[in-house]
């Protein structure tokens, strides 16, 4: 078995796919490619963290690099640090949605960006040749830096369009025993919100302590726990804290497509401009945008992808549908902190409205999502629903199709083996239609 490589990082399951040998492998390699200098390792509470540290930080070493060690932080965290005068990259040593038995490594350059093409490109040249290792002079030194978490704080705070003070409010925060357990509750603090905790840890066996990735299907618990406590609203994270889903103040699972579209919409309403989403986000983006008169792009699937989109087309505001809110004036990375933060700007600003009332006033949308497992290349799928669906409105990321009040998006993973079919309608109908067609092609071509 082999990790996986993609624009989202390298990882596998641990002691499988991804074992200390790959690890070394890779932050060596990534040493070579920053060059020597310090760089910032953070990671998340998955049990084979610490010894994914441990081979990430000798790998570093082995080529010159001074690990700088940020312990259990937020990947956004280690995007932000990574950007601090002299560093000269960062890991963020996480495996995000995946469950407890995945790690991996997600790679970042010194602008605080996860690595662009050309440098995945050169990253991968690299990888396999023979590297020259340091000599015991010239061996990198490890650091340990603490701060790194209120440093983040402080910058949201800092952040123009928001609202520190008001109205009153209450939040429920679902961490699944991740990264944002210390983060989120110290972000709430200083935004003066009430708040409870469900979730804080990981098991003792070393898995989340609910599915990991903040979806409807995984967020039941939040849902009785924003009732119980009569609160304003839920919020639910994934392991490392980039991404954020919302409960409105009945418990209702609204999910991650709306975070990203009451974040454009928010901003858009005190900084118009254009937006940017991936190819597998909701319409509610483009209504949200259109809302302001303002025009929404897409990008290809991938945090990376959509930074370099807004790059593009100018853009400070955007993100993807999984929950990911980019304010690329603070920083170009998803960030569950800004998240949060236009969700209690928005109540603030708007004193009479609730998140539910927010929700309502947009159309209602049915979103589907399926993977099957992918045994072999995506060329021969993409051959096969070439001729069933005829050719692709847009072909820079899988296959996406528009549809007459909705879109198809078909797509490899870039995080496990599995090829996704995401699709968004207001009349199911094109959906089922649209599925059994991929459904049966998969099965064609052997993948099942």
Same mark, same amino acid.
């Given at each position: ?7 989202? $990082?390298?990882?596998?399951?641990? $002691? ?11 932050? *060596?390699?990534?040493?070579? @490619? ?10 998340? #509470? ?22 700088? @060690? ?86 949201? !705070? ?23 357990? *210390? ?7 200083? @935004?003066?919100?009430?708040? +409870? ?17 903040? #979806? ?29 889903? !919302? ?88 960030? *569950? ?34 993977? @099957? ?67 049966? +092609? ?7």
């Amino acid at each position: 078995m082999k990790p996986i490589i993609s624009g989202s $990082g390298i990882r596998g399951i641990f $002691g499988a796919s991804l074992t200390i040998a790959d690890v070394v492998e890779f932050a *060596s390699t990534f040493g070579v @490619l920053v060059g020597r200098g310090p760089v910032v390792v953070g990671r998340d #509470t998955r049990r084979s963290g610490p010894a994914v540290e441990a081979a990430v930080t000798a790998g570093l070493m082995s080529v010159g690099c001074d690990p700088v @060690l940020l312990g259990i932080v937020p990947t956004p965290t280690v995007q932000l640090e990574a950007m601090r005068e002299g560093i000269r990259g960062g890991i963020a040593i996480t495996s995000s949605h995946n469950p407890g038995e995945w790690n991996a490594l997600k790679l970042i350059g010194d602008d605080g960006i996860f690595l662009r093409p050309a440098g995945r490109t050169h990253l991968m040249e690299l990888l396999g040749r023979e590297r020259e290792n340091a000599d015991y002079r010239e061996v990198g030194m490890p650091r340990e830096l603490s701060g790194s978490v209120e440093r983040h704080i402080e910058g949201v !705070l800092s952040i123009p369009w928001l609202i520190p003070g008001g109205r009153p409010l209450k939040a429920v925060l679902d961490v699944t025993g991740g990264a944002a357990a *210390s983060f989120a509750p110290m972000l709430m603090e200083r @935004l003066g919100v009430d708040y +409870a905790v469900i979730n804080p840890e990981m098991t003792p066996g070393g898995d989340f302590p609910r599915i990991a990735e903040p #979806t409807v299907e995984s967020l039941n618990e939040l849902s009785r726990a924003v009732i119980e406590e009569n609160a304003d609203l839920g919020f639910a994270f994934d392991p490392d804290g980039d991404r954020l889903a !919302l409960v409105d103040e009945n418990g209702r699972i609204i999910g991650e497509d709306y975070t990203v579209a009451l974040a454009i919409d928010f901003i858009l309403s005190v900084r118009p401009g254009p937006a940017v989403v991936n190819l597998s986000t909701s319409r509610l983006a483009e209504d949200a945008a259109v809302k302001h008169g303002c025009r929404l792009y897409r990008s290809p699937v991938g945090e990376v992808n959509v930074v370099e989109e807004m790059e593009k087309r100018g853009s400070i505001t955007g993100g993807e549908g999984n929950g990911g809110v980019i304010d690329r004036e603070f920083h170009a990375g998803r960030d *569950s902190g800004v998240a949060m933060a236009c969700a209690v700007s928005f109540l603030r600003n708007n004193p009479g409205s609730t998140i539910g009332s927010w929700a309502d006033s947009y159309p209602s949308y049915i979103m589907f999502k399926k993977k @099957l497992p992918l045994r072999t290349g995506f060329d021969p799928v993409r051959s096969r629903l070439l001729e069933e669906y005829g050719p692709a409105d847009d072909t820079r990321d899988g296959l996406w199709y528009y549809r007459d009040g909705g879109w198809m998006h078909i797509r490899p993973s870039g995080t496990e083996p599995v090829v996704r079919f995401i699709a968004e309608n207001r009349d199911n109908s094109y959906i089922e239609e649209d599925f059994v067609i991929f459904r049966e +092609a998969m099965e064609s071509v052997c993948v099942e």
